[in-house]
């Protein structure tokens, strides 16, 4: 099987274990991206990121993220911020999938992160699945060519340190067998009211 295809397999079960048993987080996940959508976040990342790996676009070109219940809220000052909605977290440990403008935004704060941490981020990482509270860890895809886009962990309090899997296709895979088995490392999932929560063992 190609990296696609695992990716497409593993995803489509995850996606289909949601519509079937947590109808409510189910509505959180956005429809494909489109030709659109791909092209802004090629366009965005630039020439550092010559090209989206492919199995990347696959993955959003089946679900461009799970922040469809997101809103926004306007704070005294004007300012205008995001609002993340419970159900957008459809992974262990409060992580949602982020949509190709998610990922150029999320991409261009952890780069600014870098310039005060150096060594923290890279431009050829590219943010995909992260952290609900938007707070700087999560899983980023390595797309600088050398690697077979392998995926790294990121953590907060040790922002040097990375545990690399094999692929997209594997991390997503381990939250489908995560589901299919009850239990996803220390936590399990269950529903409530239609909703999909993760809860520590």
Known sequence: MSEIEEVRAAWGWI???ITANAPSTAQA????????????LRDAL?????????????????????????????LPSGRVVPVRHLDSAIFPFGKVLLGCEEIVETHAQLLDVAQEAEGYWEPHLIP????????????????????GFRVLHYAEVSPNETDPTTS????????????????WDVQRPQVENGSLRWREE
Do not use: C, H
């Open 15 to 17: 996606a289909r274990w």
């Open 46 to 74: 630039g020439f550092e990121v010559p090209d989206v790996p492919d199995v990347l676009e696959a993955l959003l070109r089946t679900n461009n993220g799970s922040g469809a219940k997101d809103t926004t809220q306007t």
């Open 29 to 40: 996940l956005r429809g494909p991206a489109t030709d659109e959508d791909i092209a802004g």
């Open 128 to 147: 995909v699945i992260w952290d609900f509270e938007r707070a700087y860890y999560g899983y980023a895809l390595d797309a600088s060519g050398s690697s």
């Open 168 to 183: 997209l296709g594997e991390l997503l895979r381990s939250f489908a067998d995560g589901m299919d088995r009850g239990n």
